[in-house]
């Protein structure tokens, strides 16, 4: 029987923090880590093909190219689910899991700064891990980050 893949993904521009969540996660059981400063690393590391149980992106600021790159990446097949990290109230929070709903997003948790430990143990023990999961292939749209423009503002009614 194949081994169930524990693999995380965390993006934080603060070198200490994603220290942190590298010893939190090695606590976990995760040894397989991917620790990233911005999205260029991220894209880099996901050309290597690997598959990521989870990914957590500390400090999200919901803006457009935030949302569009979020959307990427959870269209990517590269991810199994989503955290976001930042300070949020609760309408926020809400709007977020409904974007994501509509996007198809697989967003397991939205969590307020700082992160512990036992929030980490209660999502790591909640993720749903799948044998096989590195047969689906990551879609190219990961490669197109970089390249991404923010398009003008929909209009809010349909045509």
């Given at each position: 029987m194949a081994a169930i893949s524990r693999r995380a993904m965390v993006l934080?521009?603060?070198?200490?923090?994603?220290?942190?969540?590298?010893?939190?996660?090695?606590?976990?059981?995760?040894?397989?880590?991917?620790?990233?400063?911005?999205?260029?690393?991220?894209?880099?590391?996901?050309?290597s093909q690997q598959r990521y149980s989870l990914f957590i992106h500390d400090d999200?600021?919901?803006?457009?190219?935030?949302?569009?790159?979020?959307?990427?990446l959870g269209q990517s097949n590269a991810f199994r689910q989503f955290v976001l990290v930042g300070s949020y109230s609760a309408e926020e929070k809400t709007g977020l899991f409904q974007w994501a709903?509509?996007?198809?997003?697989?967003?397991?948790r939205v969590l307020d700064k700082p992160v512990s430990l036992a929030q980490l143990r209660e999502i790591t023990d909640s993720l749903v891990l799948y044998h096989g999961e590195d047969e689906q292939p990551i879609r190219a749209s990961v490669s197109e980050l970089q390249?991404?423009?923010?398009?003008e503002t929909p209009r809010r009614g349909r045509a």
């Open positions: 934080c521009a603060h070198p200490g923090r994603l220290m942190d969540y590298g010893a939190l996660l090695n606590c976990l059981e995760f040894y397989h880590l991917s620790l990233c400063q911005d999205l260029d690393e991220v894209r880099k590391v996901l050309a999200f600021v919901p803006g457009p190219d935030e949302l569009v790159s979020l959307k990427t709903w509509r996007h198809r997003v697989p967003l397991l390249d991404y423009q923010v398009p």
